[in-house]
């Protein structure tokens, strides 16, 4: 298994909503990482979890909450988000947080009303 | 810091080769990226490259130069599905990623 899955592919939440993005990988990756994409833009890094830990917080706004259950899942929780959030929202894993690539899940299109 | 620059678009023709070049600026190096993504979808990998020379997979080839802080991606064989945004990302000391504007190829039949 060479995939990694993200769902919802497409949410519309409106500004007071809570809603959750959820990451899943099998390949026993020990690195997982949160990034936003706007369009034509490059991926930028929100989050990294290495071993299940947090080890890198891009100073996201706390409207965005990650969580790593376990080795296999990232969540992102979102609360009181705003229109500007509005992006492809993209989990990515890699075998280690060094010199290895990373493999992209297919993203969830996120719009904010 | 760490500054990426590649160009925003090329063209080709299908059957032809092109040359997508990356120049980087960064404190510390632990490798380079390159990546192919086409529209609304996710970034696939395509090649790293850690040490001087050139890496090559079928019609992609990467060549890393680090006293130039310089890479390219060479695509061979044009089809049409390889018109897409190809992103160069580096690794600084910090083994995090960090991704360039990526370079938008449209090939041409």
């Known amino acids: 298994d060479t995939e990694v899955t993200q769902t919802p592919k497409h949410l519309v939440m409106g500004m007071t909503n809570k809603k959750s993005l959820k990451c899943e990988q099998h390949m026993g990756h020990r690195a997982m990482y949160w990034y936003k994409q706007k369009a034509k833009k490059p991926p930028e890094l929100m989050f990294v979890?290495?071993?299940?830990?947090?080890?890198i917080n891009e100073s996201v706004p706390s409207r965005f909450s990650p969580e790593c259950p376990n080795s296999s899942l990232l969540n992102l929780h979102l609360h009181a988000l705003q229109p500007e959030d509005s992006a492809l929202y993209l989990c990515?894993?890699?075998?280690?947080?060094?010199?290895?690539?990373?493999?992209f899940g297919p993203g969830t299109r996120l719009t904010v009303t | 810091g760490q500054n990426i620059d590649q160009p925003t678009e090329m063209t080709a023709t299908e059957g032809a080769i092109v040359q997508i070049n990356c120049t980087y600026q960064t404190s510390g190096f632990n490798g380079l990226f390159w990546y192919q993504q086409h529209a609304g979808e996710a970034p696939t990998f395509l090649s790293y490259?850690?040490?001087?020379g050139l890496e090559e997979k079928g019609r992609f080839s990467s060549f890393l130069s680090r006293s130039k802080g310089y890479s390219y991606l060479l695509l061979k064989e044009l089809q049409m599905k390889d018109s897409a945004s190809y992103l160069c990302a580096v690794k600084g000391g910090s083994y995090i990623p960090t991704f360039g504007r990526g370079t938008s190829l449209i090939v041409h039949p």
């Open positions: 979890y290495s071993y299940e830990k947090l080890s």
């Open positions: 490259n850690v040490l001087d």
């Open positions: 990515a894993s890699s075998q280690e947080p060094t010199n290895y690539e990373q493999y």
